[in-house]
């Protein structure tokens, strides 16, 4: 089991970059692939971007592509999503994910088992 704190979202303005971090414990930390999630208010929690072990191999939602950075730390135990040109739609709670392994893609919210508590990102027009 890992646990996972979120923290550094906040209200900002569109065009305007946010950095998300999440510290998580455990001495296995290398073992698990990481991602983020988002969830907006009655929405279903969706994927933002994933990193793999070493931190080598990253995946984003197209939503996110181009704007978004997935990085890793292992050596921190520590994750991070920087966030640029920010747009209203991306206001949501964001959740740090952590899967020792995962069946369908790095994608699928089920095969995360760690979860954080999440952090809210508010961008206004």
């Known amino acids: 089991q890992v646990q996972l704190v979120e923290s550094g979202g906040g209200l900002v303005q569109a065009g305007g970059s946010l950095r998300l971090s999440c510290a998580a414990s455990g001495r296995t930390f290398s073992s698990y692939i990481m991602a983020w999630f988002r969830q907006a208010p009655g929405k279903e929690r969706e994927f933002v971007a994933a990193?793999?072990?070493?931190?080598?191999?990253?995946y984003y939602a197209d939503s996110v592509k181009g704007r978004f950075t997935i990085s890793r730390d292992n050596a921190k135990n520590m994750v991070y999503l920087q966030m640029n040109s920010l747009k209203p739609e991306d206001t949501a709670v964001y959740y740090c994910a952590a899967a020792q392994f995962v069946r369908s893609g790095w994608a699928t919210l089920g095969d995360y088992k760690n979860w954080g508590q999440g952090t809210q990102v508010t961008v206004s027009s």
């Open positions: 990193i793999g072990w070493s931190g080598g191999s990253t």
